[in-house]
């Protein structure tokens, strides 16, 4: 299958891009639709759409991203990264961790990796589950309807199947006795993913209810939460959703009084799936921490203050990254001298990691348009077991005025067709 896309690069022997027929592609638009709600491109109402390629990546690559997790967790399991101060609010208590997630392990991540001639380099990673259900779901409907031989879907195993996948959630979220999951977010109808809050609503096999943030109170030291009738349920298995980056800067957490609970506050008979807290330590805040041939040089932005402005170090040759940052919010992909001494006067240099640029591999495909791959793996992890699904974005990039190249990989800067979420499929060797 490779040697037909190979050419005398490295990585065209180990990915390619292939068009998904016209057919085929409504299919599976229709089945996200229908199944999850998932409104396709911006012509459907839609803040992202499907692309109408999959992604077919070699098994030896896929394993490469894999050590590079491996590689990751166990740095986050080993204590080896640098202690933080998480913001107010945003502490743990015991008590109200999975016993899993008391000893340094995270459940859930999602890790992201550029496509550049010389192979993966990582762009982020961050302890969420984005869209494993949905990525599971159209990655096996395309795979059957293209019948594709000598592939797989799930990334740590070719042998995984879809109730191993099942089971690793049930067990993460709804614990022994299979409890009832509240899946919390907010603005709830209005996040662009809540296809996938549906999607695991729909085929996780234990009770899902999705509750806005407004909703939770607490009493008699438990939340509960009210219902569209007015009825009062408690929560036991709390799975959050709610970005830290969107909960401080935008609700103002902890003091806006429509938060009528706190994640630092002990709760009685309440397991946190996936406690925030996880969102700060495991997150782009490592990356200048990472010894990795995967991973581009990078720094703290109040470390390296001198150099950029004495010129050692390019403006050109750097993007910042805000550590509590997600889905984009305050990235700075062209930052000038003008925008540091800004930072400075507002003392936020801390709030900043820079990280070299990379060079996206430009494919041609046969719509006659150039585009770029981001890979994500995402994660799921028990002590006895793990599950990784991949999933891909294709987008596209544009040259600036002074030559430079901005790529342009999130969701909103490729809603149109030939770009998007796309399916991902492993090659055996």
């Known amino acids: 299958m490779f040697n037909h896309y190979s050419t005398t690069e490295k990585m065209n022997n180990q990915i390619f891009l292939q068009r998904i027929s016209d057919k085929i592609y409504g299919e599976a638009v229709n089945f996200l639709r229908d199944e999850y709600y998932f409104l396709n491109g911006a012509e459907n ?57 008391k000893t340094n392990n995270f459940s859930f991540g999602s890790f992201d990796m550029a496509v550049t001639e010389n192979g993966l380099q990582s762009i982020e990673f961050q302890a969420i589950a984005t869209y494993p259900f949905t990525a599971t779901k159209i990655n096996q409907f395309i795979k059957n309807k293209l019948n594709l031989s000598n592939t797989y879907i799930f990334a740590n195993d070719k042998k995984e199947t879809w109730d191993d996948f099942i089971s690793i959630y049930q067990s993460i979220m709804g614990g022994k006795y299979k409890k009832p999951i509240i899946l919390v977010d907010r603005n709830l109808q209005h996040q662009k993913t809540n296809f996938e809050f549906y999607a695991l609503q729909k085929e ?25 009738t007015n009825e009062k349920k408690k929560i036991e298995r709390l799975y959050n959703r709610v970005l830290p980056s969107e909960a401080i800067y935008e609700d103002h957490y902890p003091s806006n009084l429509k938060w009528r609970f706190r994640y630092d506050k002990l709760y009685h008979d309440l397991k946190f799936i996936n406690h925030p807290r996880k969102l700060f330590e495991v997150s782009k805040r490592l990356l200048p921490y990472l010894d990795h041939p995967f991973n581009p040089p990078a720094f703290e932005l109040k470390n390296v203050v001198s150099e950029f ?17 997600a889905a984009g919010f305050s990235l700075i992909l062209s930052p000038t001298e003008t925008i540091l001494k800004q930072l400075i006067a507002e003392n936020r240099l801390s709030d900043y990691i820079v990280q070299r640029k990379v060079n996206y591999k430009i494919f041609k495909t046969d719509d006659g348009l150039e585009k770029i791959v981001e890979l994500r793996f995402m994660t799921a992890y028990t002590k006895e077991t793990t599950n990784i699904i991949p999933m891909a974005r294709i987008g596209h990039c544009v040259k600036q005025e002074n030559g430079s190249m901005v790529y342009k990989i999130h969701f909103g800067d490729n809603n149109r067709l030939g770009y998007g979420l796309a399916p991902v499929f492993i090659f055996s060797e």
Not at 80 to 97: C, I, K, Y
Not at 311 to 325: A, P
């Open 45 to 101: 109402g839609g803040r992202m759409r499907l692309a109408n390629y999959f992604v077919g990546i070699s098994q030896g690559l896929s394993d490469e991203f894999i050590t590079f997790i491996n590689h990751v967790v166990e740095q986050t399991k080993n204590n080896d990264f640098p202690t933080m101060n998480l913001p107010e609010g945003f502490a743990s208590q015991d008590e109200n961790l999975t016993d899993f997630e």
């Open 204 to 228: 996780l096999g234990i009770s899902v209810d999705m509750v806005d943030i407004e909703a939770i109170f607490e009493q008699d030291k438990m939340l509960f939460y009210q219902t569209a």
């Open 309 to 325: 402005l004495n010129g050692s170090l390019s403006y050109l040759d750097y993007v910042w990254k805000h550590k509590e940052g």
